[in-house]
């Protein structure tokens, strides 16, 4: 019996010893008899006191979920006492994961009884999350003493970004000499046509153009464009991020690397992370479903790591920053170590693009008179800070954490399709 | 009557006893299982400026020493953006456009206020530099 005594006991234990030294120093022995009542209760409860031998185990039908999906944990309990019992569950559970019912169930334990609960359990964000221990708060029958316990195993759940369905992505201005999706500018064979050019020797005859030959009245071959693929970097900002209530732009920023991930291997492009903040992981560009999955693994333990650790270019191995890499920064653009890596890695001459996940909307002006104009003028430094990355030729892409990423990047296309001679240069 | 006043207090205790046991919870308290939301993340970049602005009103130096050179980005890079230059804009040109108080600030070799101490750029004429920088 090593329960703790209940409330209800202890304020009759209270009101029993109380009455009794009320007699004492009175000298009314009314109060002895007002008393005993209540002790006898006491001490009857005590004696009766068993505790529960409960056992419980969680069951959740899924255990990979995406954003906004819901899963049903099924919480068993068994009462293996022969003594009814009062117990209150509770699911212990990661921060971003909401359960229904919220509050602790109360239930009447019959002896020997097994009892199921359903628990509704909804991702507020993505992330590698946990349902679990169970919390059981248990009262024997006379609620005389209770017991806490935690019964059960911990159910890890991982929940994955909701992605975007992008029409256009950011188009890299070098090509690598794999098969991939993107028509290639040089000519060789593809299936995109080029030109048409006199036959020279070495030319295969099924590249022999019969319509154009006879038009021409000599030999005229076919040249095509060939379908290549490219190196593609998500460089993830986890330096700062603004935050307000459940809601951050490093939340935006994982769904919007996970969704550029997702369409450039779609492409056949070799895709790599490189999470660069506080603490630096990174994973080599390849091809495939593999990656993908590698890729969100990794972005499911992203985190704000504080740090006052100066990053620079050449933190990041060199064998994750392939030449001719097409370097997609995604990042709020509030610290600046993360402005000094895409400014250098620009001036070093990688293909560079930002995604910047505006703090706007997580982000509201302080109480104090002055805040409002420290606000605009924040406002108006940042436009400066874009246009200053324009000029070195960084296409800079605004998204709001509500907004498609498509128009966006049509937007940096425009920008890339306007200076790309700079950007070649 | 003292057998009156022990009667009296025998049911006087009994009345407290009855609402003391109908006052102790039966049950205890809903609790929540879960950590609490981490606290609001306010940017570094954001804090900063309001730290500045309140010194900006009343320090000369803090105009000078560090709003001057956000004033100046940022106008550089609007005007650039109507293709013309801070650096070399003439006064009476600087003045029409951005007006006599936010040209005080950026114009180009404003010299290092005589008096450091001397008061800063009062909210309302902030609020109007703003207010232009804005409109370019």
Known sequence: ?425 | MTLLASIAIIVVAAVAVAVSVALVPSKPSARRHRPPNPEPARPDQLVRLERLLVMARVSALQVHAYLRPILVEIASQRLAARGQTLDRMPDATGRRILGDDLWEIVRPGRPFPEDRHGPGVAAPDLGAMLEVLERL
């Open chain 1, 1 to 425: 019996m090593n329960g703790a005594l209940s409330p209800r006991l202890r304020g009759l234990l209270a009101l029993g010893g109380g009455g009794l030294v009320a007699a004492l120093a009175t000298g009314h022995p009314e109060l002895a008899v007002l008393a005993t009542p209540f002790l006898v209760f006491v001490g009857v409860s005590l004696a009766l006191a068993r505790e529960p031998q409960l056992t419980a185990c969680i069951d959740l039908d899924r255990t990979r979920l995406l954003e906004g999906e819901r899963a049903a944990a099924m919480v068993t309990l068994v009462n293996e006492e022969a003594h009814a019992a009062e117990v209150e569950l509770g699911l212990a559970h990661s921060r971003y994961l909401t359960l229904e019912p919220a509050r602790p169930i109360v239930l009447q334990l019959a002896r020997l009884a097994t009892v199921t609960v359903e628990v509704s359990v909804c991702p507020e964000r993505w992330g590698a999350h946990s349902v679990g221990p169970l919390i059981v708060h248990a009262r024997d029958s006379m609620a005389a003493l209770t017991w806490n316990r935690r019964l059960g195993e911990r159910v890890a759940v991982r929940v994955f970004p909701r992605e975007q369905r992008l029409r256009e992505l950011v188009a890299p201005l070098r090509m690598q000499p794999f098969l991939g999706a993107h028509v290639g500018r040089s000519r060789s064979e593809g299936i995109e046509f080029a030109d048409t050019r006199p036959f020279q020797a070495g030319d295969v005859a099924r590249q022999v153009n019969w319509r154009a030959s006879a038009r021409r009245g000599s030999l005229h071959v076919t040249e095509r464009h060939p379908e290549q693929a490219s190196d593609v970097v998500l460089l993830l900002d986890t330096f700062a991020e603004a935050r307000e209530g459940a809601r951050g732009t490093l939340d935006a920023a994982v769904r919007a690397t996970a969704t550029l991930a997702r369409a450039h291997l779609a492409r056949r492009d070799r895709v790599g992370l490189v999470d660069f903040g506080g603490t630096l992981h990174w994973l080599e560009p390849a091809f495939g479903t593999t990656q993908l999955y590698r890729i969100i693994d990794a972005l499911l333990s992203s985190e704000i790591a504080f740090s006052y650790a100066w990053r620079a270019t050449e933190s990041i191995p060199r064998r994750v920053l392939p030449p001719g890499a097409l370097i997609l920064a995604v990042t709020p653009l509030l610290d600046e170590r993360s402005i000094r890596l895409v400014t250098d890695l620009r001036m070093r001459g990688c293909d560079l693009t930002v995604v910047e996940v505006s703090p706007l909307a997580h982000t509201t002006p302080g109480p104090a008179p002055a805040d409002p104009l420290a606000f605009r003028l924040w406002r108006l430094q940042r436009d400066a800070l874009r246009a200053r990355l324009q000029g070195l030729g960084i296409g800079v892409a605004v998204w709001g954490d509500d907004e498609t990423l498509g128009p966006a990047l049509e937007g940096v296309n425009a920008f890339r399709r306007s200076a790309r001679h700079a950007l070649r240069a």
